[in-house]
């Protein structure tokens, strides 16, 4: 199966910094997405991004699927952005299944 | 609009022990999908459910069943409960199935297995 592989495993800011987070993918795919979780353990979509870029607020992604790496940037970093960001994938051979990554844990500090 | 919701939020369960997690999908969804997350782990694919039948499974034991009724809404089952069953799981619905459309998860049941 595809393997799914996140960075950095865990990320400290100062509110108001900027910052990347990187997910690598072993195999093409159709279906990638970004998802936050809170410390309540909800999953929030933010993206369905299988190529290309999009902007929603202060987050956006961009996927290069041509080198299987997708980025989510934050900027102007909030406390409430803490938690984990999972990336996920999934393609034909995968079909409705979707590979998680290990996640990202990011907290802000005030 | 309800989003996915699922009960119970938390339980304890004895080893051995059969357990049943519920979930309904957003509403006008009609697909249903299934996640154990282990603690400091992402999200692993039990199975979906599309139009009452397990559509696509995971690498998961027998032990883990599930069932989708006509109004969409789900169950998770688990037999024989081990330690290592220990953990979040977590519903996503989405609609038509396609592997495309966006996911929207529920809050999650946490199982404790003693």
């Known amino acids: 199966g595809i393997q799914v592989e996140q960075s950095p495993p865990d990320l400290i800011l100062q509110e108001g910094a900027n910052s990347t987070l990187r997910c690598n993918f072993s195999d093409s795919v159709n279906n990638l997405q970004w998802f936050h979780q809170n410390p309540w353990g909800q999953l929030i979509n933010l993206f369905y991004?299988?190529?290309g870029t999009k902007q929603n607020g202060r987050l956006s992604a961009t996927t290069v699927a041509t080198e299987r790496y997708s980025l989510l940037y934050i900027s102007s970093s909030q406390t409430t952005d803490s938690g984990v960001y999972f990336c996920a994938v999934g393609n034909n051979n995968a079909g409705n299944m979707l590979t998680f990554g290990g996640g990202t844990r990011l907290m802000v500090k005030p | 609009d309800a989003g996915v919701t699922q009960s119970p939020t938390h339980l304890i369960k004895t080893r051995g022990q059969q357990v049943t997690l519920r979930c309904s999908p957003k509403s006008g969804h009609d697909t249903v999908s299934w996640y154990q997350q282990a603690l400091g782990q992402g999200p692993q694919f039990i199975f979906q459910y599309y139009e009452e039948e397990e559509r696509q499974r995971g690498n998961f034991p027998d032990r883990f069943s599930g069932h989708q009724f006509p109004n969409y809404s789900s169950e998770l089952n688990v037999n024989a409960l081990l330690l290592g069953d220990s953990a979040l799981y977590l519903c996503a619905s989405s609609l038509g199935g396609n592997p495309g459309n966006t996911i929207y998860f529920g809050e999650g049941s946490w199982l404790t297995v003693v």
């Open positions: 991004i299988p190529s």
